[in-house]
């Protein structure tokens, strides 16, 4: 039978079975990496076991079974040449239309911040002064 400190750890021994720091660890708890328990009101414990969903493969292995299915397999696989082609023609189609923007709108495609501030700032203080 194993305790609760066999199951489960801190998190800053989290960090250190890592090599990370402990920020790192409570950021992947906020960003829901891993899962954590409230133990009372304040200590925060992660499960052992658990620590392992962070470690992953840096580069699949070539030669390995893929287990992606869906929309997943499709996100991981390398673009065609035609998709790279398409990709291209995208973004040139794309600068093609900010250069037309940029002409139509005299070279400048948004007015400053502070002039559009400053406009604001005038306005609501004709609405409060009307």
């Not at 973004?91 to 250069?99: G, I, V």
């Amino acid at each position: 039978m194993h305790t609760i400190d066999e199951d489960y750890v801190t998190v800053a021994e989290a960090a250190t079975l890592l090599r990370v720091a402990p920020s790192t660890i409570r950021r992947w708890i906020r960003e829901g990496d891993v899962p954590a328990y409230r133990i009372g009101r304040r200590r925060v414990a992660l499960k052992r076991d658990e620590l392992s969903t962070l470690i992953t493969p840096a580069r699949p292995d070539a030669g390995a079974v893929s287990t992606l299915t869906g929309d997943e397999a499709r996100a991981h696989r390398r673009l065609t040449p035609e998709e790279i082609q398409q990709g291209l023609d995208a973004l040139d189609r794309a600068e093609q239309h900010a250069k037309e923007t940029s002409a139509r709108l005299g070279g400048k495609l948004f007015p400053s911040s502070v002039d559009i501030i400053h406009e604001m700032r005038e306005e609501r203080t004709r609405q409060l002064m009307g």
